[in-house]
């Protein structure tokens, strides 16, 4: 009997208390990390039973739109959010006179990639326009301009 009492008193206050409780949003909206932290905790948890996904999209509002793939993080991206961009134009400011084994290569735009493979190459070539391709499993290759020579590589900076 004891705990009928309970378990009343417990069904009863629930909408009580999930009225007082902060949504996502507002939540997000908090700059300091403790609090934003403390307001999460204080988020009450779906009832057992309840698909996780359907109390999501009621508290959580619309969804964002998707962003457009950002050229500046290629090569760096986690291997579970593959971009949409497959390569990239840039070029090797001076003079190149080829690369070897772990040999880093900074580019015009800023990237620095690093050979990943045991390929060496000789080359005399000054600012030479370079593209790095996708490959398959995660791969990336640079190529150059006019030429047929290609490396392994992956990006480092």
Avoid at 11 to 28: D, E, I, K, T, Y
Avoid at 114 to 125: G, N, R
Wanted: hydrophobic share 45%; proline share 7%.
């Amino acid at each position: 009997m004891r705990h009928l009492v309970l378990l009343s008193l417990a069904l009863a206050a629930g909408p009580v208390l999930a009225q007082n409780a902060p949504s996502l949003q507002a939540c997000r909206a908090i700059t300091d990390a403790a609090q934003r932290l403390a307001c999460y905790d204080a988020l009450p948890l779906p009832a057992p039973g309840t698909p996780a996904a359907a109390t999501a999209t009621t508290t959580a509002g619309p969804a964002a739109a998707p962003t457009a793939p950002d050229s500046t993080r290629f090569g760096l991206e986690a291997k579970a959010a593959r971009s949409l961009i497959e390569s990239i134009d840039s070029s090797i400011e001076g003079r190149f006179d080829g690369w070897g084994p772990k040999d880093r290569i900074r580019l015009a735009n800023g990237q620095v990639w690093q050979i990943a493979d045991d390929s060496t190459a000789a080359l005399s070539v000054t600012n030479p326009k370079v593209t790095i391709r996708r490959g398959t499993l995660g791969v990336f290759y640079l190529e150059f301009e006019k030429s047929n020579r290609t490396a392994r590589v992956r990006r480092v900076e």
